[in-house]
């Protein structure tokens, strides 16, 4: 299985940025997604990235301001968020898929998850 380190949440302003990292240890990574969970309020999926494409896919409530990144060298994932909005208030959560399968993966399909890290937007 892989263990995951996420780190970078915080406190920012309106419009402002954060960039999350998520270490990945242990077995390989195919697929690295990065989700949500706001207080009261279900899982939303973020975004993925593939480890060996780089290609990515987006959830449209963060399109054009979220970019997911990846440095194979440092088997490390990065969730850049500009232009913060308060709905973006959230537990950010890093997930991993162990295998190539179909694309993008299905919530399902994360074997493994981080601890959370939370973000919060103030107006």
């Known amino acids: 299985q892989v263990q995951l380190a996420e780190s970078g949440g915080g406190l920012v302003q309106v419009g402002g940025s954060l960039r999350l990292s998520c270490a990945a240890s242990?077995?390989?990574?195919?697929?690295m997604g990065w989700f949500r969970q706001a207080p009261g309020k279900g899982r939303e999926f973020v975004g993925v990235i593939s480890w060996r494409t780089t290609t990515t896919v987006y959830g449209d409530s963060v399109k054009g301001r979220f970019t997911i990144s990846r440095d194979s060298a440092k088997n490390t994932a990065y969730l850049q968020m500009n232009n913060l909005k308060p709905e973006d208030t959230a537990v950010y959560y890093c997930?991993?898929?162990?295998?190539?399968?179909?694309?993008?993966?299905?919530?399902?399909?994360?074997?493994?998850w981080g601890q959370g890290t939370q973000v919060t937007v103030s107006s």
């Open positions: 242990g077995r390989t990574v195919s697929d």
């Open positions: 997930a991993a898929r162990g295998y190539e399968g179909s694309w993008p993966p299905r919530s399902s399909e994360f074997g493994s």
